[in-house]
């Protein structure tokens, strides 16, 4: 299933050829400052394509991490790992939600208590992200 999307302002253009369905948020405090709650992002893999890359800035948030948004409306665009070259993506860029699955949760034991979702998820803590992604771990989660 290819996904096709777009920034608020459509200066930003996204596709994807994968198959990405699946959906998780992280609840650590780099992503709640970012994107104002928890970062919902839709794993797409290392083949995504972008039109109007020229209205992209590309901001370094961590070691392991690359965050991009538009320039022109500010949406936020994706979170990609510098090692990996994967993707994850907002779920509200692309023109379908068809076969989303939302399945896990990301620093669970970071999320505030204002919130909490009603899905039944895969709910991983900082220690098990820590454990398997050592680069994750800094003052900011």
């Known amino acids: 299933m290819k996904?096709?999307?777009?920034?608020?302002?459509g200066a930003v253009r996204v596709s994807v050829d994968a198959a990405a369905t699946d959906?998780?948020?992280?609840?650590?405090?780099?992503?709640r400052k970012w994107s104002g709650g928890p970062l919902m992002e839709?794993?797409?893999?290392?083949?995504?394509?972008?039109?109007g890359f020229e209205n992209i800035e590309v901001f370094k948030s961590s070691d392991w991490a690359e965050r991009g948004f538009?320039?022109?409306?500010?949406s936020h665009l994706f979170?990609?790992?510098?090692?990996?070259?994967?993707?994850?993506?907002?779920?509200?860029?692309?023109?379908?939600?068809?076969?989303?699955?939302?399945?896990?949760?990301?620093f669970f034991d970071k999320k505030p208590d204002y919130y909490s979702f009603s899905n039944t998820t895969r709910?991983?803590?900082?220690?098990y992200i820590y454990e398997h992604?050592?680069?994750?771990?800094?003052?900011?989660?």
């Open 133 to 141: 992604f050592p680069q994750a771990r800094d003052e900011n989660t």
């Open 79 to 106: 979170i990609k790992s510098v090692e990996s070259g994967e993707y994850g993506i907002p779920p509200g860029l692309f023109d379908s939600d068809k076969g989303i699955d939302f399945n896990r949760q990301v």
């Open 42 to 51: 839709l794993e797409c893999g290392s083949d995504v394509k972008f039109e």
């Open 3 to 9: 996904r096709t999307g777009s920034c608020l302002c």
């Open 123 to 127: 709910n991983i803590t900082s220690e």
């Open 23 to 31: 959906l998780g948020a992280c609840h650590c405090a780099r992503c």
């Open 70 to 74: 538009c320039k022109v409306c500010g």
